[in-house]
């Protein structure tokens, strides 16, 4: 492995006399040629650039140049045709104080006669471009899978057994039943607490026994194929804009706090903005008189009831 270069920065700089003629302050790396070519020396007041192939030697107390010199014949050095090299940049094999290294800015990169395209700014722009790629695809990855994993989720329909006979609930008094679920979506498993609002009928001959969405067909073959006129389920999400309606005893109404939807027992629109009766939920009751609903999401804010979930 090759011995590295340490350049210290201060140091004495002495021509082969062993006058000094300056002290070490920075160094001038050309990135096209991948190398250090110039040093630059504090003279006096002034800096000046002088190339490498002046170096006789370094070491870490000075470094020495060929020939005697005269530091007029070397340019000025002008801080603001550079700009300063991050380390992570610099090749290994030297050992260099952070700070000290400095290249030539892009638009002076001309002025000094380089052609080569491949700019430390084209590199930087095309590691950036590289990286927010990288991201991109770390991100559309899982979001994407998890996207069609969602999509592909067919909505599933689970008998969900409710802590609650239907001997125990009122007649013609819609109450609040809380229960535990599973929400899947995609390859999420999220346990849950729901509500549904339970209402329960005499029987046929109850004129409520009838929810308004199913009377004017808006239920699925499912919703359809599970209704009971002992019992209505309403989901406890209004069809406006998915806020919760409550059940006012007085007024025999249900009545949404976000934008005043009123509705009647049977879940039809009284007045307000609800664009739809309440919707019903599929429902089933054992022998034994255990309620089970199939829990369902409906699309907001539209006439139609379209299941969502
Ligand atoms: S969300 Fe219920 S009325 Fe708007």
């Known amino acids: 492995m090759a011995q590295e270069v340490i350049f210290r920065m201060g140091i004495p700089v002495l021509d082969e006399t062993r006058r000094e003629i300056g002290r070490l302050e920075k160094l001038v790396f050309f990135e096209t040629e991948k190398k250090i070519t110039e040093i630059v020396i504090r003279e006096l007041s002034c800096l000046r650039r002088i190339p490498v192939e002046r170096i006789r030697s370094i070491e870490t107390h000075e470094l020495l140049l060929t020939g005697q010199v005269n530091p007029d014949e070397f340019p000025v050095f ?11 940049f610099f090749p290994s094999g030297y050992r260099i104080e952070v700070g000290s290294v400095v290249t030539l800015k892009p638009s ?42 969602a999509v ?64 004017i067909g808006l239920d699925s073959a499912l919703e359809k194929k599970f209704v ?42 009284v007045s307000g903005p609800a664009p739809r ?8 009751i054992a022998p034994d008189g255990i309620i089970s609903i199939i829990y369902e999401q409906f699309s907001i804010g539209i006439p139609k009831k379209v299941r969502l979930a």
């Open 78 to 88: 002008d801080p603001d045709q550079f700009e300063e090299l991050p380390t992570w």
């Open 108 to 149: 002076d990169i001309r002025i000094f006669g380089e052609t080569e395209a491949y700019t430390r700014r084209e590199f930087m722009a095309k590691s950036t471009a590289v990286v927010a790629t990288l991201i991109g695809i770390s991100l559309v990855v899982p979001i994407g899978g998890y996207i069609l994993a």
């Open 152 to 215: 592909k989720t067919k909505v599933s329909d689970h008998w969900i057994n409710l802590p609650m006979r239907l001997d125990q609930l009122p007649l013609d008094s819609p109450v609040t039943q809380t229960f535990s679920t599973v929400s899947v979506s995609g390859w999420m498993r999220v346990p849950i607490e729901k509500t549904v609002w339970l209402i329960r009928h005499s029987g046929d001959t109850d004129p409520d026994s009838v929810a308004a969405d199913v009377s």
């Open 228 to 269: 009971d006129p002992r019992l209505t389920a309403f989901s406890p999400i209004c069809p406006h804009l998915g806020c919760a309606p409550q059940w006012f005893r007085d007024q025999k109404q249900f009545i949404c706090p976000c934008h005043h939807s009123v509705y009647e027992i049977t879940g039809k629109v």
């Open 277 to 284: 009766p309440l919707d019903t939920f599929p429902v089933r």
